[in-house]
């Protein structure tokens, strides 16, 4: 007999709430069988939901997952579904350089801002002080 999980042991296990869980399966990521009411979570769920967090991390949307995770299901060998994934991860290393410069363009002004309100605030202790003498 494989190996099955509780909603709470791959909680434990991934360092996520149960609730994140039950996310996912509503999305169609994870398909638990029922006992009653508690959800067993098999092995390929265990490794659905690894995947499913990994893909999280890499910035992709719980739909780019489950697409993914379709294409898999469906597919008679891996080349597709690895053609696909590799796509989306271009896609998003491109998006994250175009971040990336965005961001180095925002901290050089904000530098630029800093600096003038530094030497406008000089410059107004400099005009106190010669009033003062």
Do not use: W
């Not at 638990?32 to 067993?40: L, Q």
């Not at 299901?73 to 891996?78: F, I």
């Not at 690895?82 to 491109?94: C, D, G, P, S, V």
């Amino acid at each position: 007999m494989s190996a099955t999980y509780s909603i709470t042991d791959l909680a434990r296990q991934f360092g996520v709430t149960t609730r994140t869980i039950r996310h996912y399966e509503e999305q169609g990521l994870l398909s638990p069988r029922r006992d009653g009411t508690s959800r067993i979570f098999s092995n390929r769920d265990r490794v659905r939901l690894k995947l499913a967090l990994r893909g999280k991390r890499l910035g992709f949307s719980l739909n780019e997952i489950r697409e993914l995770f379709e294409l898999y299901d469906l597919a008679k060998d891996e080349k597709k579904q690895l053609e696909e994934f590799l796509a989306k991860l271009e896609k998003r290393r491109a998006l994250l350089e175009q971040q990336r410069e965005d961001i180095e363009v925002m901290l050089n002004e904000i530098s630029f801002f800093a600096g003038q309100c530094r030497r406008l605030l000089v410059g107004s202790r400099d005009d106190k002080t010669e009033k003062v003498a």
